[in-house]
């Protein structure tokens, strides 16, 4: 399907962020540093690129057991699926554009903002789904 591409390239982001992550760490670690002092900005770059990836990705994926907003009730109505998904999609939007400004004016608490926003876009998502569920499904 069309969103294959958009899982390669978060692929590729990731495992360019983790690489990036363990340069650092042996520069860091060494006698002679061989990184500039801003390389950790290089790295919040390239994790806000794969956030909004991420978003690209729930916004176009069809109902599956491998990647979007997958919860019990999202696997159990296409609609649901859909709506929680598409509002899964414009949170990651979000939070990737909070992310880049994070990183370029505050890297200090990017890491903060990046485990606080995926928690809150997971919980609001999964909320969603159920409040969507109960109203379609069960009737509520």
Same mark, same amino acid.
């Given at each position: 399907?069309?969103?294959? !591409?958009y899982?390669?390239?978060?692929?590729?982001?990731?495992?360019?962020?983790?690489?990036?992550?363990? %340069?650092?760490? &042996?520069?860091? /670690?060494?006698?002679? #540093?061989?990184? #500039?002092?801003?390389?950790? $900005?290089? %790295?919040?770059?390239?994790?806000?690129?794969?956030?909004?990836?991420a978003?690209?990705?729930?916004? /176009?994926?069809? *109902?599956?057991?491998? @990647?979007?907003? *997958?919860? #019990?009730?999202?696997?159990?109505?296409?609609? &649901?699926? =859909?709506?929680?998904? /598409? +509002?899964?999609? !414009?949170?990651?939007?979000?939070?990737?554009? &909070? +992310?880049?400004?994070?990183?370029?004016?505050? =890297?200090?608490?990017? +890491?903060?903002?990046?485990?606080?926003?995926? &928690?809150? %876009?997971?919980? @609001?998502?999964?909320?969603?789904?159920? *409040? $969507?569920?109960?109203?379609? %499904?069960?009737?509520?």
């Amino acid at each position: 399907r069309g969103v294959s !591409k958009y899982i390669y390239s978060l692929n590729v982001l990731l495992l360019l962020a983790l690489f990036m992550v363990q %340069v650092y760490l &042996i520069s860091y /670690n060494s006698v002679y #540093p061989f990184l #500039p002092a801003k390389f950790t $900005l290089l %790295v919040d770059l390239v994790v806000c690129l794969a956030v909004a990836n991420a978003a690209l990705i729930t916004f /176009n994926v069809k *109902r599956n057991f491998l @990647v979007g907003v *997958r919860t #019990p009730y999202t696997l159990s109505n296409d609609k &649901i699926w =859909e709506k929680t998904n /598409n +509002l899964g999609g !414009k949170l990651l939007a979000v939070l990737s554009f &909070i +992310l880049l400004v994070t990183a370029l004016l505050f =890297e200090a608490f990017f +890491l903060h903002f990046l485990v606080a926003g995926l &928690i809150i %876009v997971g919980f @609001v998502t999964f909320f969603y789904s159920l *409040r $969507l569920y109960k109203r379609h %499904v069960l009737g509520f």
